[in-house]
Structure formats: C-alpha cells, structure tokens
C-alpha cells in the first residue's frame, strides 16, 4: 500500500549516493510523550515528568529514544514502501527535548542482489534543529523490479 505523497520507488531507479527525501516531524510536545508512553509501555517518569528531568539534570523531559526511531523507521518506509526493510538499527547519540524538530535524513549507500532480491543499503540519522544528531543508524531494504 502506497500512503499520501509517497511514490513507488524501484531498485532500477535508485542510485548509490541518493538522499532519501528528508522527513521533519513537528515540534515535541508533552502530549506526544504521554501518549507514545501508553503505546510502548514506557512509563519511565524521566519521559512524562518535567520534575524528574529538573532533579536529575537533563533539563526537563526527554524523548523516548524509541520514538525518534521511530521517526527514522517512518522515513524508510515511507522511502521503500512497508515490508520492505531487511535490516535496521541505530545509536542512540543525544536527548530530544519538548519543542526540539526532528528531520529525519538518509543517503543510499550500496546496491546489490542478493536471494533473489534488489536491495539497498544506506545510513539515516535524525537531528533536531539545530543540527544536534539524536540518532544515527544503517539499513537494508528490498525494492521491487520494473
């Protein structure tokens, strides 16, 4: 299933040094933190509490590390269609902070084929901004043939 502005894409015309189209997420709010922490079952107060985040020196609530990405998880696929991904994974590298944008960004890195499929392989990261990264990982993907 294709979603709302997201187009095909095929591994013919896909190119070793392509950016994936940028994703930027609005503004952090409290409210999304309260309700991702239902969604994960994440309750750590460090995400929900602002006095918590005073206390222990963060500067009030952070982020779940999760859901930025998440942010990233969503910029792939909406990149590669869902289903698509082989692999991924991040590093967690800085706190997102209420009111912090988030861009989530990637570049295609490799292409080859590999048990019958055309993959790509690329880096993503997300940073807020001021161009503080949060997150940095790789990926793997499966694109359909023309």
Sequence with gaps: MIH??????????????D??????????????????AGASGDFNPL??????GEEIGTGGI????????????????DYAGPGALRKFGVRFKGMT?????ITCTGTITEKYETDGEGRIAG????ADQNGDVK????????????
């Design 4 to 17: 709302a502005g997201q187009t095909k894409r095929y591994y013919e015309d896909v190119q070793i040094g």
């Design 135 to 146: 997150v940095v990982g790789t990926f793997i993907a499966a694109l359909p043939r023309r």
């Design 62 to 77: 952070i982020a779940h590390g999760m859901l930025i990405m998440g942010f990233v998880g969503q910029l792939l696929s």
């Design 97 to 101: 902070h209420l009111g912090d944008e």
């Design 19 to 36: 950016a994936i189209p940028a994703l930027v997420k609005a503004p952090m709010t409290h409210l999304q933190l309260v309700r991702y």
């Design 123 to 126: 880096k993503v990261q997300a």
């Design 47 to 52: 995400h929900t509490d602002p006095k918590v």
